[in-house]
């Protein structure tokens, strides 16, 4: 059974600080990692995707990926109360040059943003 | 905006009854995928397809059937509605840049 697990939260921080979102996952196959938000009432939203090992950045977010580790993160710089949301983890293993892949999903990490 | 409409986007029903949900998307995408969400298991893939009369199961599929007749639509299909198919239903189509998939609004059903 392939596993994506995330805390669920919720994480708290204050507005301007800096949210950090982990993710571990178990099949040793994954090639694409995905960061989706999704508020209240919405669908998901998809905000950055990463397949190779280290940083990747889009304005104030970057995915960091560990695959010795199993692992990627979401970093939110500067985080605003808009940012208050679900955010999804998401693995597939199709890599950058596939279509079809099947996302697998953690259950989410609430994170609120304290003005 | 990916293109993506559902159908019905609310829907109340009686356990036993059949229910179809629709997916219709605009831009000719090949892959197209049901999901549903519900607290404490987050998003699970029910069913997806690769093409028109092409079609394969996820990891909860029982209950639930699918159809595509044509590249635009993906219809859900639950035989005989049970209160545990109570869920958000979402369905999805995969681009061609990088592997990517977006979701449609969501379908609410509700089964007393």
């Known amino acids: 059974q392939k596993e994506v697990e995330q805390n669920s939260g919720p994480l708290s921080v204050p507005e301007g600080a800096i949210a950090s979102l982990n993710c571990t996952y178990s099949d040793r196959g994954s090639q694409s990692f995905f960061w989706y938000r999704q508020y209240s009432g919405k669908s998901p939203e998809l905000i950055m995707f990463i397949y190779s090992n280290g940083d990747k950045e889009d304005g104030r977010f970057t995915a960091q990926l560990n695959k010795a580790s199993q692992y990627v993160s979401l970093l939110i710089r500067d985080s605003q109360p808009s940012d208050s949301a679900t955010y999804l983890c998401a693995v597939s293993d199709l890599g950058l040059y596939n279509q079809g892949g099947k996302l697998i999903f953690g259950q989410g990490t609430e994170l609120s943003v304290k003005p | 905006d990916a293109g993506i409409t559902q159908s019905p986007r609310h829907k109340v029903t009686e356990t036993g009854t059949p229910v179809t949900l629709r997916c219709h998307q605009t831009e000719n995408h090949r892959y197209m995928y049901w999901y549903r969400q519900d607290p404490g298991h987050g998003l699970r893939l029910i069913h997806y397809?690769?093409?028109?009369?092409?079609?394969d199961k996820g990891e909860v599929s029982d209950g639930y059937s699918v159809s595509r007749s044509k590249t635009e639509d993906f219809l859900l299909t639950l035989e005989s509605a049970t209160s545990s198919q109570t869920s958000v239903y979402f369905c999805a189509i995969a681009t061609g840049s990088g592997n990517t998939i977006y979701f449609g609004e969501g379908s609410w059903l509700t089964v007393v």
């Open positions: 397809s690769y093409g028109v009369k092409d079609t």
